[in-house]
């Protein structure tokens, strides 16, 4: 069962992934976008293959995030992307850094809540599977 703050976490977090996906699949059909786009960016996506992958993970990320589904794996598929973000408004285009912020800090939360699912992963020395 999930807390409060959780659900709202990955509402919040499913809401804008899939938003700024979609609003990416604007940019890549060469449509008005919906919601302004940081030029700096866009700059970034010298290679269109780049941003049609990292909107499609947005949106099938938010999608799973809303219908509550594959959640640690999302948070792991957005871990990259989450820093990204942040870095980029960090250090280049300071517009959104107070949205920056709270995703990181969202995302943050949720890895914490849902840490258990991860800690397999920091097994220095694993046992091979077959002395299971």
Do not use: W
């Given at each position: 069962?999930?807390?409060?703050?959780?659900?709202?976490?990955?509402?919040?977090?499913?809401?804008?992934?899939?938003?700024?996906?979609?609003?990416?699949?604007?940019?890549?059909?060469?449509?008005?976008?919906?919601?302004?786009?940081?030029?700096?960016?866009?700059a970034l996506f010298q290679f269109e293959y780049l941003l049609i992958t990292e909107k499609?993970?947005?949106?099938?990320?938010?999608?799973?995030?809303?219908?509550?589904?594959?959640?640690?794996?999302?948070?792991?598929?957005?871990?990259?992307?989450?820093?990204?973000?942040?870095?980029?408004?960090?250090?280049?285009?300071?517009?959104?850094?107070?949205?920056?912020?709270?995703?990181?800090?969202?995302?943050?939360?949720?890895?914490?809540?849902?840490r258990s699912h991860f800690m397999n992963l920091l097994v220095r020395k694993p046992k091979?599977?077959?002395?299971?």
């Amino acid at each position: 069962m999930t807390t409060l703050f959780a659900q709202i976490g990955q509402l919040f977090l499913g809401i804008l992934f899939l938003v700024a996906g979609v609003n990416g699949f604007f940019v890549i059909f060469g449509l008005e976008p919906f919601i302004a786009t940081s030029p700096a960016a866009m700059a970034l996506f010298q290679f269109e293959y780049l941003l049609i992958t990292e909107k499609s993970l947005e949106v099938i990320c938010g999608i799973l995030l809303l219908t509550r589904q594959f959640i640690p794996l999302v948070l792991a598929i957005l871990s990259p992307i989450v820093a990204n973000i942040f870095l980029l408004h960090l250090f280049i285009d300071h517009s959104l850094l107070l949205l920056a912020t709270l995703v990181v800090i969202t995302h943050g939360y949720l890895l914490f809540y849902y840490r258990s699912h991860f800690m397999n992963l920091l097994v220095r020395k694993p046992k091979h599977p077959t002395t299971l």
